[in-house]
């Protein structure tokens, strides 16, 4: 059985021009066209669909995702290992759901502006950082252990202010953004000093590696996430930002 573009839109919810776009870049092709000029789609199709959707939830980018599908031949193999995936994402929401519910709950009735949360540590509970401690290991391995040492050495006030830190940052550069503050002002850029330093706590970033940094916090999602819940375009006013900075003040 054949379905044809509109249909498979209208099950899927993939629009029928995303449909197109994956036809033009090769991650998903029709079955065949026709005569008419419309695409049509056969199961093999629909199935390599739901990977693809499958792989963007998981937060891989779309360039990514057609080497990712075609190196596993055995189909079967793929969507277990999918599964697996889907589930160890279902727990890690479920706790953050738990630790966002529990906050409603602590701050329910509760008038005034500033209140006072019970335990605070519980405001991050489910949110894991080390997800990402793999990755950075393998690209950059000299400063990640010594990230390491130094993470290891803080204790848990020293993370939360600094969490806490980072997301007063993170709005005050949304607030320059509403405001139409060019990335290259003075003010933007102090600012983005400030984050600069923040870095090389850890490591320290020349030109390209602090513009590379920028663009990272664009093209991942995992990071751009953070900035998104805050305002959307603000990871990609931030490496604007960021990458004026890395121009006028830093060296290779």
Not at 24 to 43: C, H, Q, S, T
Not at 152 to 163: F, H, K, L, P, V
Request: hydrophobic letters at 40%; charged letters at 30%; a negative charge.
């Amino acid at each position: 059985m054949s379905w044809s573009i509109a249909q498979v839109a209208r099950m899927s919810g993939v629009t029928a021009r995303t449909l197109r776009h994956y036809d033009d870049i090769g991650l998903l092709k029709p079955d065949y066209v026709g005569a008419n000029g419309y695409r049509y789609y056969e199961e093999s199709q629909l199935l390599r669909l739901q990977q693809i959707l499958v792989l963007r939830e998981l937060g891989m980018a779309l360039a990514d995702i057609a080497s990712a599908i075609d190196s596993e031949p055995d189909m079967i193999a793929a969507l277990r290992r999918q599964y697996g995936r889907l589930i160890v994402e279902r727990d890690r929401l479920a706790r953050v759901a738990e630790t966002v519910a529990r906050t409603i709950t602590e701050l329910e009735g509760r008038p005034e502006v500033a209140v006072k949360i019970n335990r605070p540590e519980n405001l991050f509970e489910g949110f894991d950082s080390s997800q990402y401690d793999d990755e950075a290991r393998e690209r950059w391995p000299e400063e990640f252990e010594k990230a390491q040492r130094k993470r290891e050495a803080m204790t848990d006030e020293d993370i939360e202010r600094w969490q806490r830190e980072a997301t007063a940052a993170m709005i005050r550069m949304a607030e320059f953004m509403a405001a139409g503050t060019p990335v290259d002002d003075p003010a933007v850029q102090d600012e983005v000093h400030q984050h600069w330093l923040g870095i090389c706590h850890w490591w320290t970033p020349n030109r390209t590696a602090y513009t590379c940094l920028g663009r990272m916090y664009v093209d991942d999602e995992r990071f751009k996430v953070n900035y998104t819940k805050i305002a959307e375009g603000l990871a990609e006013y931030q490496a604007a930002a960021m990458a004026a900075y890395a121009e006028a003040r830093l060296s290779d």
